[in-house]
């Protein structure tokens, strides 16, 4: 199976400043039709997690554009500028490139 | 507004069987696939499997395959996680998500807590 290993495992921020969460996979994720399928999710303090970023950097529907994805192959970073309240929470990267489909263990992002 | 609402959970024993069920609305069921994903209490994801629209296909994680089932009723708009001999490792909150190529999943339910105890 594909491994995805996120670093920072916690990230304590002061409000207004950018975090910057690193998803680093044991495999190539770009697929044999050219697209990349990692995916960002965020998980709210006891909330479901709900889709952020898919296909690397395209933000999903009512995504502010603080949140911003990049990278290619293996590494991978998703970026949230102006950190605010509701940005609180634990962030997931997920690949649906190979089979099974994996998760990466989780960034906490907290207020310092 | 998409919504997906599970039930089914609770304490089980091991060994046991349990079956979930997700009903959904907001949407036409049967023109997506959906999917199943776990969180452990040590709040590790994992996905389950899918089953096509139609109820045609499935596919799951290969380490759960031989005790979970994924089926639906699209008459129902549910979509249900059948799980056997279940062990205390089982113990997790099992989260019903619509499944849609390139974003995966796309909404996801509340989840319903599953624990395996005697």
């Known amino acids: 199976d594909v491994v995805l290993t996120q670093t920072p495992v916690s990230l304590s921020v002061t409000l207004g400043d950018q975090a910057s969460i690193s998803c680093r996979s044991s495999?190539?994720?770009?697929?044999?039709?050219?697209?990349?399928?990692l995916e960002w999710y965020l998980q709210k303090p006891g909330q479901s997690p709900q889709l952020l970023i898919y296909?690397?950097?395209n933000r999903f529907s009512g995504v502010p554009d603080r949140f911003i994805g990049s990278g290619s192959g293996t590494d991978f970073t998703l970026k949230i500028s102006r950190v605010e309240p509701e940005d609180l929470g634990v962030y997931y990267c997920?690949?649906?490139?190979?089979?099974?489909?994996?998760f990466g263990a989780g960034t906490k992002l907290e207020l310092k | 507004e998409v919504q997906l609402v599970e039930s089914g959970g609770g304490l089980v024993q091991p060994g046991a069987s349990l079956k979930l069920s997700c009903v959904a609305s907001?949407?036409?069921?049967?023109?997506?696939?959906m999917s199943w994903v776990r969180q452990t209490p040590g709040k590790t994801m994992e996905w389950i499997g899918d089953?096509?629209?139609?109820?045609?296909?499935?596919n799951y994680a290969p380490s759960l395959k031989n005790r979970f089932t994924i089926s639906r009723d699209n008459a129902k708009s549910t979509l249900y996680l059948q799980m056997s001999n279940v062990r205390s490792e089982d113990t997790a909150t099992y989260y019903c998500?619509?499944?849609?190529?390139?974003?995966?999943?796309?909404?996801w339910g509340q989840g319903v807590m599953v624990t395996v105890s005697s």
């Open positions: 296909e690397v950097s």
């Open positions: 997920f690949q649906a490139t190979h089979d099974p489909p994996t």
């Open positions: 998500t619509r499944r849609v190529m390139g974003m995966d999943f796309d909404y």
């Open positions: 495999q190539s994720l770009e697929y044999s039709d050219g697209y990349t399928y």
């Open positions: 089953i096509k629209y139609d109820g045609s296909y499935t």
């Open positions: 907001g949407f036409t069921f049967s023109d997506y696939w």
